[in-house]
């Protein structure tokens, strides 16, 4: 324990003294990954510290991946990377390979600087909540893509306010309370139809295909509705495209992947002009999506452009509330 220094007269607080001591020693070689700590007893007893001060040097450590503890073992040293201040727990919905961008701009961002680690909750309810609480008090900050329901703010106060950081979805729900990089599914919908405005006129009918309940969901339901409502056009939500039949001037907007390859192929089958006859509108881009009919009409986000700008408040220290650009890319689907 004689590693650690402790200057009552000093005006640098006490936790941050421990830290320093600990990191210094590490970086003397002095301590090595599987060494064990002085437990807070002991630290208190022989510095006359209060357990709040030793406590909050540890997680701050344990925070950065610097050290770790076990039941019957204490606390000890994991790991002796002490340039890297940051360590980043990223919770995901699911891996898609648009978010793909996303997260290798936030790996890009903390090269050097940091640690990322990824998780998947995949909408489970349970798994969110294990996951989070699995993960407080052992990250810097908290990036989080959260489930959208009325149990999902609960979880989230088992971290850190100022070091949770919300992505992609939960601006209208969560953005009260956190800091985020989110999309405004609402607005950014009824924005990029007005742009296709011209195109749209050659259909009579407007579909949108939706397919569930989440809250993103029905917030481009409600920037749909409104575009068409306004517009005077005929408009349709459909959760699937099972016992539909496409016909000739109508234009689908689809959520998911899976239903604009159901929608090409009807097309096709009936014969029909994807651009001309049917036109279609699909959400994020992809490279796939550039060369499919001639370029297939997208609203997206910029996933990259999401991951620097909460990287970036991570590194300056800043917690903002940003709205996420939006694009509408015209493609010959439409």
């Not at 950065?64 to 039941?71: F, K």
């Not at 409502?229 to 039949?245: A, S, T």
């Amino acid at each position: 324990m004689g590693y650690i220094k402790i200057n009552h007269n000093s005006e640098k607080p006490k936790y941050q003294q421990i830290i320093q001591s600990i990191l210094e020693t590490i970086d003397r070689g002095e301590l090595r990954i599987g060494d064990k700590l002085p437990s807070l007893n002991q630290l208190c007893k022989e510095f006359s510290l209060s357990q709040d001060t030793v406590l909050y040097a540890y997680n701050d450590l344990k925070s950065r991946g610097i050290i770790a503890s076990a039941v019957g073992k204490g606390y000890f040293i994991a790991s002796v990377a002490t340039h890297k201040t940051h360590k980043i727990f990223l919770l995901f919905d699911t891996l898609t390979l648009y978010k793909e961008s996303l997260y290798n701009a936030i790996l890009k961002k903390f090269k050097n600087k940091g640690s990322v680690e990824i998780f998947f909750h995949h909408n489970n309810k349970k798994v969110f909540r294990k996951l989070i609480e699995e993960a407080a008090g052992n990250y810097s900050s908290y990036v989080i893509m959260p489930t959208l329901d009325k149990d999902t703010e609960k979880v989230l106060e088992i971290l850190p306010l100022k070091n949770v950081f919300l992505l992609d979805v939960g601006r209208n729900l969560l953005g009260h309370k956190y800091a985020y990089v989110c999309q405004r599914f609402e607005k950014d919908v009824y924005v990029c139809l007005k742009k296709g405005l011209k195109k749209l006129k050659k259909h009579n009918t407007l579909y949108l295909i939706s397919p569930g309940n989440k809250l993103q969901y029905k917030e481009i339901q409600q920037g749909f509705e409104k575009f068409a409502k306004m517009n005077n056009f005929d408009f349709r939500v459909l959760k699937n495209l099972d016992n539909h039949e496409i016909r000739e001037k109508e234009a689908y907007l689809a959520i998911n992947d899976i239903d604009l390859v159901n929608i090409n192929k009807m097309s096709n089958a009936n014969r029909l002009l994807i651009g001309q006859d049917v036109g279609i509108i699909s959400y994020n881009k992809s490279p796939l999506k550039e060369v499919m009919a001639n370029g297939i009409t997208t609203i997206s986000t910029d996933f990259e452009e999401m991951g620097e700008k909460v990287s970036d408040m991570i590194l300056k220290n800043r917690r903002e509330r940003i709205d996420n650009k939006v694009e509408f890319i015209i493609g010959g689907s439409l």
